[in-house]
């Protein structure tokens, strides 16, 4: 028996080695992948880590496709948090030029701090651009559904 032929005898081995959701799933195009290709001893390795894995994150195989779809907007709406939060630290900067006497004696001795503060001042712009930009469409979204779904605490909470 030739090396590709036990290869290949393992790795359909090992494809029983995941879970039942996964096999239901993925079994049938993970068989055609594995006859078109070459197996090696780093593809066995990799469906034993891979078996390992499923069998761990056990709890991701019933909702797959929405996980990643879930992550994204678990990312995002992260994202979307520190721009606020920036944003809300950006604010007080707002008054650090009062009184204006001592701050222009300041700022002729140590240039740097006109150029510290002018470019705290830029990104501070840019991100209340990505709040409105990021967070419009998600409150129109979400004040849509809220509606849609007669959900009127969440139209209360908003407001």
Do not use: K
Not at 27 to 39: G, N, P, S
Request: with cysteine; glycine share 6%; net charge positive.
């Amino acid at each position: 028996m030739t090396r590709q032929r036990r290869y290949r005898r393992w790795a359909h081995r090992l494809l029983r080695c995941y879970p039942d959701p996964w096999r239901a799933r993925y079994a049938e195009e993970m068989q055609e992948t594995l006859d078109q290709h070459r197996i090696t001893a780093m593809t066995l390795l990799d469906l034993l880590l891979g078996a390992l894995d499923a069998h761990r994150h056990r709890g991701l195989l019933s909702e797959y496709p929405l996980s990643a779809a879930r992550r994204l907007r678990n990312s995002e709406i992260a994202i979307f948090c520190a721009f606020v939060l920036f944003g809300i630290a950006w604010l007080p900067l707002q008054g650090i030029r009062d009184p204006l006497p001592i701050w222009e004696g300041a700022v002729r001795s140590y240039p740097e701090i006109r150029i510290a503060f002018d470019v705290v001042q830029i990104a501070g712009f840019v991100a209340f651009l990505a709040i409105v930009a990021g967070g419009a469409p998600c409150l129109a979204l979400l004040v849509t559904r809220a509606i849609r779904n007669r959900r009127r605490d969440v139209v209360f909470l908003l407001a």
